[in-house]
């Protein structure tokens, strides 16, 4: 098998990094730049980029920092925000950008990215899938835009796939940023959905909680977000990665 | 002069970026078989579909001053991924004959149930033979991988490195001063750069 990842999942906003609890209150952690140097030596194994003002606003892509932070990044590079074309994907891709993340894209233009992923082979497209639990506990999809979404959290991972997207990170609204663990449960359901790789994001704060994620669900990668950027909870601002072989033992 | 050949496939700024990071600057990135001439290292990239590689190598008439370099000069070169498959007789994926540089055949994944095609990711490599360059300085190097074909030696001797995915495959070849890598160097951290920084020095 290919080795398991583990991968920090970075917010931008206007190019700076902030990091969010449940997706509210983004908190300023410092630049992107000097951000991916610490990352290269920390020997990340991938690195997930959102750009989460790009899509709220309705902004472009903001290629000139990419280009700079391609440009310092020597690992496998994953970004999302803004993406509206397969002319984007090209350019994405042009700068040295491994996989294009996709969000809203997979409702509201569906066939852009039927066509990236035929175009420039699936394993290039990550769809991003963002969960809450409803107040009765059941598992709903997220919609950025406030947008009502037609399917049931079943049916819109069976819709994603027949996308033919290559990998699916799934993040947990309710855990994200809280430093509580993943929600297993969520991620297991959709492990037994897809085929495809799965990445579990969302509410990472531990060691063991990758560890745990990892082994007892047999997904392929875990996102960090908090344990990347900052010391502890409520901490001051760190820019730090685990070691590989303090997670990952059997290799 | 390192030369990249850009033949109007995939990226190769990364591959630059690398170079400039570890400190050589002397890296340009060309499609003109005029200046190729020139190179004192050659690496040839690429992404893609084996045929559409092959045909784009003809558009832009580079197969003779390749062949040149690489065979009667002799100048060390370097084909990364598609660059590497392009480098053998033919690919199960096209009807394009390869370069021909190596007794090798490019074959399509056959794979025990649960290994999904692309192998896509980070693998451990094994070094196969005593050489000179590309030392694997440590069992835990780990390279980055995509990939839906891979390349087979018909000789040992060629191979440098070997990989498990299902089962094993070549994922670095040698002969003389052409070197074949699957891997992506240039995505793979500081161990894509210790392979580019003897790359530079040989």
């Not at chain 1, 709220?56 to 990044?73: H, M, Q, T, V």
């Not at chain 1, 175009?119 to 598992?139: P, R, T, W």
């Not at chain 2, 087979?152 to 002969?175: P, R």
Request: include cysteine; proline fraction near 3%.
């Amino acid at each position: 098998m290919a080795l398991k990842r583990i991968m920090p999942c970075l917010l931008l906003q206007d190019k700076r990094l902030v990091k969010t609890v449940q997706f509210k209150n983004p908190a300023y952690i410092g630049d992107p730049i000097n951000a991916v140097k610490i990352y290269n030596d920390k020997e990340v194994d991938e690195l997930v980029i959102l750009d989460i003002s790009a899509t709220k606003l309705n902004k472009s892509i903001d290629f000139d920092l990419l280009k700079d932070f391609a440009a310092e990044c020597f690992m496998p590079l994953a970004y999302g925000g803004g993406v509206r074309s397969v002319d984007d994907f090209q350019k994405l891709f042009t700068l040295g950008i491994e996989k294009v993340v996709v969000n809203s894209l997979l409702i509201d233009k569906p066939d852009i990215v039927k066509e990236a992923a035929e175009k420039y082979g699936n394993q290039s497209v990550l769809a991003s899938i963002d969960i809450k639990k409803s107040i009765s506990g059941e598992y709903e999809v997220f919609s950025h835009s406030k947008r009502e979404i037609q399917f049931s959290f079943r049916g819109y991972i069976d819709y994603v796939i027949s996308l033919n997207v290559g990998e699916i990170m799934i993040t947990s609204v309710d855990q994200e940023g809280t430093w509580n663990g993943y929600d297993t449960e969520l991620i297991k359901i959709v492990n037994d959905l897809v085929d495809v790789p799965i990445i579990a994001n969302g509410g990472c704060g531990t060691q063991q909680d990758i560890r745990d994620i990892l082994y007892k669900t047999d997904i392929q990668a875990a996102a960090i977000g908090s344990m990347a950027v900052y010391q502890k909870k409520d901490m001051g601002v760190l820019i730090r990665f685990p070691k590989r072989n303090q997670i990952i033992k059997d290799e | 002069m390192i030369y990249i050949v850009d033949y109007g496939l995939g990226n190769l700024s990364s591959i630059k970026n690398m170079f400039k990071h570890i400190g050589i600057r002397d890296v340009k990135i060309t499609s003109d078989k005029n200046e190729l001439v020139k190179a004192d290292k050659i690496i040839l990239p690429g992404v893609g579909a084996f045929d559409n590689g092959m045909q784009h190598l003809k558009e832009y008439d580079l197969i003779d001053v390749l062949n040149k370099k690489a065979l009667v000069e002799k100048v060390p070169f370097l084909g990364i991924c598609l660059g590497m498959q392009l480098m053998t007789r033919g690919s199960e994926e096209g009807k394009e004959k390869g370069l021909a540089w190596f007794e090798a055949e490019t074959k399509k994944f056959e794979l025990p149930k649960g290994y999904k095609v692309p192998h896509m990711g980070w693998n451990y490599v094994k070094a196969k033979k005593n050489i000179k360059s590309f030392l694997i300085r440590d069992i835990k190097y780990r390279f980055y991988f995509v990939h839906s074909y891979y390349v087979q030696c018909d000789k040992d001797e060629d191979v440098l490195f070997e990989t498990e995915y299902g089962n094993k495959f070549h994922s670095a070849i040698q002969k003389d001063n052409i070197i074949g890598m699957q891997f992506h160097p240039e995505k793979s951290l500081n161990f894509g750069m210790d392979i580019l920084q003897q790359f530079a020095k040989l």
